[in-house]
């Protein structure tokens, strides 16, 4: 007996022993050290609305990530936030780790390591396969739908769903170098109040924010975890709401988003550097908003912060379009200023001088 119970407790000491915690602030910062200055863009290709049409075999597109990547690549960047979706995985999963794997091979070949992100809490909280509805004219992100949806998140019985998701993507591709990091969950408590509300939405992210963290955890990715704090108080911790605490608390580098201008954004960098642990931009760049690649970029580059804006090419997702066209769509004039995106669809940079400093801060390009 005294020897079965002796294996045992061997058993659960090697267990817990091979369980992955959180990264210690020293193990996050010699992950960073080895990493070139990252610079790139949140990535749909111009030809899908949302995540579904981006991986969905009926729309998967590699020849044009290809081409798109490559424009990237050009411009110097060498990363890409790439979002994923749930039902992705329930439908295909052997199809849909065939398209990841095949896209993460595609950005290689630009020496280009994405960000995938699992779950995201904006815009249409009632995702469904299949074909998509067209762009409404005029309107940002007009098809953008949420991970997990309203059902997704409120029924209970949808948990091992979200967990075999969780686990099968983050086991497939754990060891796999050409992915750069695992953004559990864009903007969780995100009310999206274009749409209908999710009843309890904040209190479920929080019960599943944990959750997810440990569920990536468990299939001991090389690479480290994160979720970007977005808004609210980020300098006190008396002053955090429960799912800042929450993504602070448990990601291994510290990403947050800004579409503020150079002051503000220099600020939030200040607010996070107490955290003593690698700090990534995962989200700015709204020129409209005084967010723009002259004015961040340097900031980002001083701090030896990572910096990826919102949007590679203007196409389905109509992000050039300001926020606001949610409340006056752009169909009858244009907006003055392109809100996201950085080429057109042959390729053209809207600005040329962005790409051109892009390159000269980045030491990369072509």
Known sequence: MRR????ALCLLSTAAASAQARWTPERAN??????????????????????????????????LNDTELGWAEAAGMNTMRVFLQDQLWQQDPQGFKKRLNEFLAIAAKHHIRPML???????????????QHPPIPGIHNSGWVQSPGTKGLTDPAYEPKLEAYVKGVVSAFSKD???????????PDNA?????????????????????FAWARSAQPTQPLTSGVWHDNWSDPAKENDTVKIQ??????????????PEEFEARIKELQPLGRPILCTEYMARGAGSTFDGSLPVAKKYNVAAIN??????????KYPWDSWQR?????QPTLWFHEVFHTDGTPYREREVEELKELTGRGR
Request: net charge negative; proline share 9%.
């Open 248 to 261: 602070l608390a448990e990601s291994d580098i510290i990403t947050f988003h800004n579409y503020g201008w």
């Open 192 to 212: 999206t109040s274009q749409y209908t509300p999710t009843p309890n939405k904040t209190a479920r992210v929080n019960y599943y924010l944990p959750k997810v």
């Open 329 to 333: 769509p752009y169909v009858l004039q």
């Open 177 to 187: 170098d050409r992915v750069l990091a695992w953004d559990i969950w864009n903007e």
């Open 117 to 131: 992100v699992l779950f995201d809490s904006c815009w249409d909280p009632d995702p469904k396969l299949g074909p």
């Open 30 to 63: 010699d992950w960073y050290a080895k990493q070139p200055w990252l610079v790139g863009s949140n990535y749909v290709p111009s030809d899908a609305i949302n995540q579904f049409e981006m991986f969905q075999a009926a729309t998967w597109n590699p020849s």
């Open 310 to 319: 919102w949007g590679l090419v203007d196409g389905r997702t109509q992000t």
């Open 4 to 7: 079965l119970l002796a294996l």
